[in-house]
C-alpha cells in the first residue's frame, strides 16, 4: 500500500515520530494576527491571503532573527515568524504536505507557523520541565496532523515518545511511551512509526496505543530507516551499555547494514563492512548509506568507512534528498548548500569538493521540502512459517513475547537496566514465566528481584526473592519455583553474596525450607544443586525433601582428558541446567592455565558422568527442551557484530557412547525462552 508523505526516498533521519495516549497537561497558544506580547519568545507575521507557494519544492531558514519561506529558486518569499535570539532555535522541519513548519524554542517549546503565519506553540508541561526532560527530535506525521517527539532528560538518558495532536481545541503532549529508552524513528504510516531503544531493540510503535511496539529484528538493532524502495534498513551490532546519556541517538560498534520488509520478513545484510560507532540517517538511490560518526554533527556518507561531506561552505550537520535522486540539500550552521550525488564517487575519496556548492547564506536552522510518497516493502513469510509456540525474550533491556510469528513488547524494564539479566523461563503448564530484573530504582544495579508474569500479563513481584541471583527453576508440575538468592538480602551476584535456595510458590508463598546452593535446577529426580562441599563446587541433588546424593565435582570434570586441562591452574562451573525428567544435566566449565583460558559445555547423565564436553566460547542461551532431551543454544558464526548465529538442538548421545554427538536442528536466528528461534 502506498503511504503518502514520507521520507523523500532515502531520507536523512528526519521523518520520526511517536502516537499518544495518557494526555500530560500543557499549555497551547495559539495566535492569530501581529505577534503575541512582549513575553511571548516568538513574533508571528499577520496572517493574510498570500499566494500558494510551489507544489514541488519549497524553503524554510531563519535570518535576522527571522524566519523566511519561499519557493525552493527564492520567490515569493515571506516573512512568517521571528524570534530574539536565533541561538533558541532548533530542529526546524517542514510539515509532509508543505503547509506548515515546526521547530523547538529552547528545548522547551514546540512552534507551529503556517506558510500564511498563523501560529500556535505547545510548551512542555511544567513536570516534564521540573524533571529535566527536554524536546531532542521531533517528527511529522505523513498527514501533517500529528507531531511526535523524543523527550530525553540529559542528566540521566532517560527518554520516551511523546505525541502532539495540532487538531486538538487545544494541543498538548501526550505520553506515548513509558520505557525510559526509547528514541523515534521514521513514520510509515498514520498509525505507526518506527524507533528503537538505548539497548538496541528496533521495532514499530504505534501512535493510537500506548507502550505498543512489535520487533522488526530479533537482534540488537539501533536506527531503523525507510529505504528508497520501501524496506526497512537498520544497523546491527554491538550497543554500548554505557553511552553520554546527553545524546538524542544511540550508536553501534562492529556494526553493518540489514533490512527486512515491514512484517520483520525477508532479511538481508546489505553491506559487509562493519564500523565503530556510527548512527544511520538514510540510504541513497545508489545504495551507500547516510550516517554520522559517535557525537560529531559533521554528516558523512558511508564507503569503505564513514566519509564526511566536503566542509569548505561549514559542516554539513544533514541532508534532505530531491525526488530526482540525483541532488540533495545540506544543511551548515550558516547556510544551505546543494549537492550533485552524481559527483560523489563510489570509492574514496567519497565527497570531491565538486560536488557541493553554496545554494543560500542563512542566519541558522533550515530546511527545504519537496513532496514524497513511498510504498513499504511487505512480507508473508511470518504468515506462512510463523511458530505454533508463544515464547518470551530479553532485548534491549525489556521483555517481549513472539507470538503467531510477532514480536511485540510483554514488560518494560523498570529502570535504566545496565546489568546483564538471565532469561526468562516459562512453568510447565504455560501459564506463568517468571523474569528477574533489578529491583527498583532506590536499589542497586546488581539487586535484582523475580517477577511472575500471567498469561493476561500481569506482573506480580515475588518479595522473598530480593536478592535474587541469576539462577531459578521450576518445578515439574509448575506448582513451585526454585531461587538462588543472598540471604543478606543485599546482592545474589556479588562476589561476597551468601547464596541460598528458596522454595516458593507462583504467589511468592514459601512452600519449605531454603538450602544452601548458589545455582539450581529442578528435575523429577530431584533437585540439583551447585554449592561448596569442603571449598569444592560440587554437584548434588537433593531427593526425598531433604535426602542428599553427591553427583560430581569441579575438580572431576576439569581433570577429565576431554577437558584438555594439562597445565590449569584454576576452574570454575556454572551455568546448572537439566532436562525435565533429569535424565541429562548441563554445566559451563571455565579452565584458566599459563598460555590461555577454555570454556566448555559439559553433558551430564542424571547421575553427573561426563558424556561430552562442546567448546563454549561461542555459546549463549542454553536451555533444555521441556518435552524431549534436547539441549538448546545459540551459536555465533562468522561476524559477532552482525550476530550472525545458529540456533541449535543437540541430542545428547546414549549411553555407553559417549563419543557421539548429536545435532538434531540448526537454523538462522537467536533461541528464545520456548525453544523457537528469533530471525535476525
Request: aromatic residues 6%; positive net charge.
Amino acid at each position: 500500500m502506498a503511504l503518502r508523505g514520507l521520507v523523500p526516498y532515502a531520507v536523512a533521519a528526519v521523518l520520526i515520530a511517536v502516537g499518544s495516549s495518557f494526555a500530560v497537561v500543557s499549555t497551547a497558544r495559539p495566535i492569530a494576527g501581529l505577534a503575541p506580547t512582549s513575553s511571548a519568545s516568538v513574533a508571528v507575521a499577520t496572517a493574510r491571503t498570500t499566494p500558494e507557494l510551489s507544489k514541488t519544492a519549497r524553503l524554510a531558514y531563519w535570518r535576522d532573527n527571522k524566519m523566511w519561506v519561499s519557493n525552493l529558486d527564492g520567490s515569493l518569499r515571506r516573512s512568517v515568524a521571528s524570534i530574539e535570539d536565533l541561538r533558541r532555535v532548533s530542529l526546524t522541519r517542514w510539515a509532509i504536505d508543505g503547509s506548515a513548519v515546526a521547530f523547538v524554542d529552547s528545548g522547551l517549546s514546540l512552534a507551529v507557523v503556517s506558510t500564511a503565519g498563523a501560529y500556535v506553540d505547545v510548551d512542555l508541561p511544567i513536570e516534564l520541565r521540573n524533571s529535566g526532560y527536554r524536546i531532542a527530535d521531533i517528527r511529522w506525521s505523513p498527514d501533517a496532523t500529528r507531531i511526535a517527539a523524543t523527550l530525553l532528560r540529559p542528566g540521566d538518558g532517560r527518554s520516551d515518545a511523546f505525541l502532539v495532536d495540532l487538531t486538538a481545541t487545544r494541543a498538548a503532549w501526550s505520553r506515548l511511551t513509558s520505557l525510559e529508552d526509547l528514541f523515534v524513528g521514521d513514520w510509515i504510516s498514520n498509525d505507526d512509526l518506527l524507533a528503537s531503544t538505548a539497548l538496541g531493540a528496533a521495532g514499530i510503535l504505534s501512535a493510537r496505543r500506548p507502550n505498543t511496539m512489535r520487533l522488526i529484528s530479533g537482534v540488537q538493532a539501533v536506527s531503523p530507516v525507510v529505504g528508497p524502495e520501501g524496506r526497512i534498513h537498520f544497523l546491527v551490532g554491538r550497543v554500548p551499555t554505557s553511552r553520554d546519556p546527553s545524546l538524542a541517538y544511540i550508536t553501534a560498534n562492529r556494526a553493518s547494514v540489514w533490512s527486512a520488509a515491514l512484517d520483520g520478513s525477508d532479511v538481508r545484510r546489505e553491506t559487509q563492512w562493519e564500523l565503530n560507532d556510527i548512527r544511520l540517517d538514510a540510504r541513497l538511490p545508489d545504495g551507500r548509506y547516510l550516517a554520522h560518526r559517535g557525537s560529531s554533527g559533521s554528516q558523512g556518507v558511508v564507503v569503505e568507512d564513514v566519509e564526511l561531506l566536503p566542509t569548505s561552505a561549514g559542516v554539513v550537520e544533514r541532508v534532505r534528498i530531491a525526488p530526482d535522486g540525483r541532488t540533495a540539500y545540506g544543511f551548515t550552521p550558516e547556510r544551505i548548500v546543494r549537492i550533485d550525488l552524481t559527483k560523489l564517487t563510489v570509492t574514496p575519496p567519497a565527497t570531491p569538493a565538486a560536488a557541493v556548492s553554496v545554494y543560500l547564506d542563512t542566519g541558522g536552522e533550515a530546511d527545504v521540502w519537496f513532496p514524497t510518497s513511498l510504498s513499504l516493502a511487505r512480507g508473508d513469510e511470518r504468515a506462512q512459517g510463523a511458530p505454533a509456540a508463544r515464547s518470551v525474550f530479553a532485548l534491549g533491556s525489556h521483555l517481549w513475547q513472539l507470538d503467531g510469528g510477532v514480536a511485540s513488547l510483554l514488560r518494560s524494564a523498570p529502570v535504566l537496566r545496565r546489568t546483564q539479566v538471565p532469561a526468562p523461563r516459562w512453568s510447565p503448564s504455560g501459564d506463568h514465566v517468571v523474569v528477574v530484573e533489578q529491583a527498583g530504582t532506590l536499589s542497586s544495579s546488581t539487586t535484582f528481584i523475580a517477577y511472575v508474569i500471567g498469561r493476561s500479563g500481569d506482573a506480580m513481584r515475588i518479595a522473598p526473592s530480593q536478592a535474587a541471583a541469576r539462577s531459578f527453576s521450576w518445578s515439574p508440575d509448575g506448582k513451585e519455583l526454585a531461587i538462588v538468592v543472598d540471604r543478606r538480602g543485599v546482592s545474589g551476584i556479588a562476589s561476597d553474596a551468601e547464596p541460598e535456595v528458596r522454595f516458593l510458590d507462583p504467589a511468592g508463598k514459601v512452600t519449605r525450607p531454603a538450602v544452601p546452593g548458589r545455582e539450581v535446577a529442578w528435575t523429577a529426580k530431584g533437585v540439583l544443586v551447585l554449592r561448596d562441599v569442603n571449598g569444592v563446587p560440587s554437584l548434588l541433588r537433593i531427593e526425598d525433601g531433604d535426602r542428599t546424593k553427591a553427583l560430581t565435582t569441579r575438580d572431576t570434570l576439569a581433570g577429565d582428558q576431554r577437558a584438555s586441562t594439562a597445565g590449569t591452574l584454576s576452574a570454575t562451573v556454572s551455568s546448572l541446567d537439566a532436562s525435565r525428567d533429569g535424565t541429562f544435566a548441563s554445566v559451563r566449565l571455565q579452565t584458566q592455565d599459563t598460555a590461555t583460558s577454555r570454556t566448555w559445555l559439559v553433558l551430564l547423565d542424571g547421575d553427573g558422568k561426563a558424556l561430552h564436553y562442546v567448546r563454549g566460547e561461542s555459546l549463549a542461551d542454553l536451555a533444555w527442551s521441556p518435552s524431549k532431551p534436547y539441549l538448546g543454544y545459540t551459536s555465533a558464526t562468522r561476524s559477532t557484530s552482525a550476530r550472525r548465529t545458529s540456533a541449535r538442538w543437540s541430542s545428547p548421545p546414549p549411553r555407553g557412547s559417549p563419543s557421539r554427538y548429536r545435532t538434531a536442528a540448526s537454523r538462522d536466528g537467536r533461541r528464545t525462552a520456548a525453544g523457537t528461534t528469533s530471525r535476525a
